[in-house]
């Protein structure tokens, strides 16, 4: 198991930058691949992003290709999220998820979760 922890949200305007970090500990880092989820107030939780474990296999939602980025610092046991050209409709709560292997899609292959981090987008 390990424990992640959110950091890098907050209040942006419209077409504005914002870079989330998700630290690990607790594991090895290098063995998991690691997601980034979002959930907007009344919506349920949706994929955003993946990455595997060596920095490959990479995804996007079709909502943030082009714009955001995932990336990952294995010397730091951390993860990224680059959002470019923030939209209102970007507002959630962002999680990072991670899941020893390969890289997916799907929530339900995720057993350790973050706490989350408030993004919000004004327009």
Do not use: H
Not at 2 to 17: D, H, M, P, R, Y
Not at 44 to 70: L, M, N, P, Q
């Amino acid at each position: 198991q390990v424990q992640l922890v959110e950091s890098g949200g907050g209040l942006v305007q419209a077409g504005g930058s914002l870079r989330l970090s998700c630290a690990a500990s607790g594991g090895t880092f290098t063995s998991y691949a690691m997601g980034w989820f979002r959930q907007a107030p009344g919506k349920e939780r949706e994929f955003v992003a993946a990455i595997r474990s060596g920095g490959g296999d990479i995804y996007y939602a079709d909502s943030v290709k082009g714009r955001f980025t995932i990336s990952r610092d294995n010397a730091k046991n951390t993860v990224y999220l680059q959002m470019n050209s923030l939209k209102p409709e970007d507002t959630a709560v962002y999680y990072c998820a991670a899941k020893y292997g390969t890289s997916q899609i799907a929530m339900r292959y995720y057993p350790d979760w973050g706490q989350g981090t408030q993004v919000t987008v004004s327009s």
